[in-house]
């Protein structure tokens, strides 16, 4: 048997598992974006949006946005806890299709559907989701939010 067909078996085997490792700890982990300083998410200008984007007025303490598709398995479940979770603070909510909102979704570098961003009152993006997002975790970053603007 060949030792080099061998190591290279190893070698794939081990890196798809650290890969399926890495995804799971991550994936639908709610992270904050930007700083103090308000940086966004890397590309200049991406990291607010306003109505025109967005085709709705922002609400001025939170706004949930998602980015879903027509394929994609976890876009259904996320909407629900986004309606869920807008009805329960009065924020708003908008759900953008990404194949129609390509120009948009480039811009915010969405790779993947469902990505969920939350915005501040002025439209800057706070938080961000990649894949079904925790429950627990988004509901904590948005009643910070709306807590902030209360206080």
Do not use: N
């Not at 930007?34 to 706004?63: C, K, M, Q, V, Y």
């Not at 879903?68 to 259904?76: A, P, T």
Request: aromatic share 4%; proline share 3%.
């Amino acid at each position: 048997m060949d030792i080099t067909g061998v190591l290279a078996a190893v070698a794939v085997l081990a890196a798809a598992s650290a890969f399926g490792v890495w995804r799971k700890r991550t994936d639908g982990a709610v992270r904050e974006v930007g700083g103090a300083g308000g940086a966004g998410t890397g590309a200049a200008g991406s990291d607010r949006l306003g109505a025109a984007d967005l085709g709705i007025e922002l609400d001025p303490r939170a706004t949930l946005v998602q980015f879903s598709s027509k394929v994609c398995q976890y876009c259904g479940p996320t909407r629900r806890i986004l309606t869920e979770l807008a009805d329960h603070h009065a924020v708003a909510f908008v759900d953008i299709d990404a194949e129609d909102r390509l120009d948009l979704a480039r811009r915010l570098s969405v790779l993947r559907t469902p990505t969920v961003l939350v915005l501040d009152g002025t439209g800057r993006i706070t938080h961000r989701v990649s894949g079904p997002p925790r429950r627990a975790e988004l509901a904590v970053a948005v009643g910070d939010l709306v807590g902030a603007e209360a206080g």
